[in-house]
């Protein structure tokens, strides 16, 4: 996949996105899934590109969003590959760093997608993408500036990638300098891992 599409994109999301807070779940879902491709790593990972949906355990609306941005993605990636890997989406309830951190390895998740309700969290959450090489995604500039890769959000009417460009590296990301020219960098919060 090009940059031009990417753009075009972009495009698609200005002119479909509603007047609200951050970017509808199906547009969200479908630039998640772009993006990846702008991540060298995810070429040579073993299929299926698995990527978790993260949403934390107990909090109806953080569960309620995980279900939603789960079916979202599953319909973004159905019948789509990834620099030729298909993609595989599960989600996983957050109750403690180590539980996470066992979740995603027994189930090989190459890219999570933090839901609102795990904020609290974001630390121990970057700490255990670290660790496991995951590329991490969210839907808040708080989220990066504490850890965390990618976000996914709208500024005004139009969509826009925010990268933590230290949190990508130490994710083990390899990102394309195309990517980079169409997204803005965040600076982390001086206490982020």
Do not use: H
């Given at each position: 996949?090009?940059?031009?599409?990417?753009?075009?994109?972009?495009?698609?999301?200005?002119?479909?996105?509603?007047?609200?807070?951050?970017?509808?779940?199906?547009?969200?879902?479908?630039?998640?899934?772009?993006?990846?491709?702008?991540?060298?790593?995810?070429?040579?990972?073993?299929?299926?590109?698995?990527?978790?949906?993260?949403?934390?355990?107990?909090?109806?609306?953080?569960?309620?969003?995980?279900?939603?941005?789960?079916?979202?993605?599953?319909?973004?990636?159905?019948?789509?590959?990834?620099?030729?890997?298909?993609?595989?989406?599960?989600?996983?309830?957050?109750?403690?760093?180590?539980?996470?951190?066992?979740?995603?390895?027994?189930?090989?998740?190459?890219?999570?997608?933090?839901?609102?309700?795990l904020e609290a969290d974001t630390m121990g959450i970057?700490?255990?993408?670290?660790?496991?090489?995951?590329?991490?995604?969210?839907?808040?500039?708080?989220?990066?500036?504490?850890?965390?890769?990618?976000?996914?959000?709208?500024?005004?009417?139009?969509?826009?990638?925010?990268?933590?460009?230290?949190?990508?590296?130490?994710?083990?990301?390899?990102?394309?300098?195309?990517?980079?020219?169409?997204?803005?960098?965040?600076?982390?919060?001086?206490?982020?891992?």
């Amino acid at each position: 996949m090009g940059l031009t599409s990417l753009g075009l994109m972009f495009v698609l999301l200005t002119s479909q996105a509603p007047r609200a807070e951050g970017l509808p779940p199906n547009l969200r879902a479908s630039l998640l899934v772009r993006i990846l491709a702008y991540d060298r790593r995810m070429g040579v990972r073993p299929p299926p590109l698995t990527v978790a949906v993260l949403y934390r355990e107990g909090n109806a609306d953080s569960e309620d969003q995980g279900q939603e941005f789960t079916r979202a993605l599953e319909s973004a990636s159905r019948g789509r590959s990834v620099l030729g890997r298909p993609v595989r989406i599960v989600r996983v309830g957050f109750r403690d760093p180590t539980q996470l951190r066992d979740d995603l390895s027994r189930a090989r998740v190459v890219a999570l997608y933090a839901c609102e309700g795990l904020e609290a969290d974001t630390m121990g959450i970057a700490r255990v993408t670290r660790q496991l090489s995951i590329l991490s995604f969210a839907g808040s500039r708080t989220e990066l500036e504490q850890g965390l890769a990618i976000g996914l959000g709208r500024q005004g009417d139009s969509p826009t990638i925010l990268i933590q460009l230290a949190a990508a590296r130490a994710e083990g990301a390899d990102l394309d300098a195309g990517l980079l020219s169409l997204s803005q960098l965040v600076e982390p919060a001086r206490s982020t891992p």
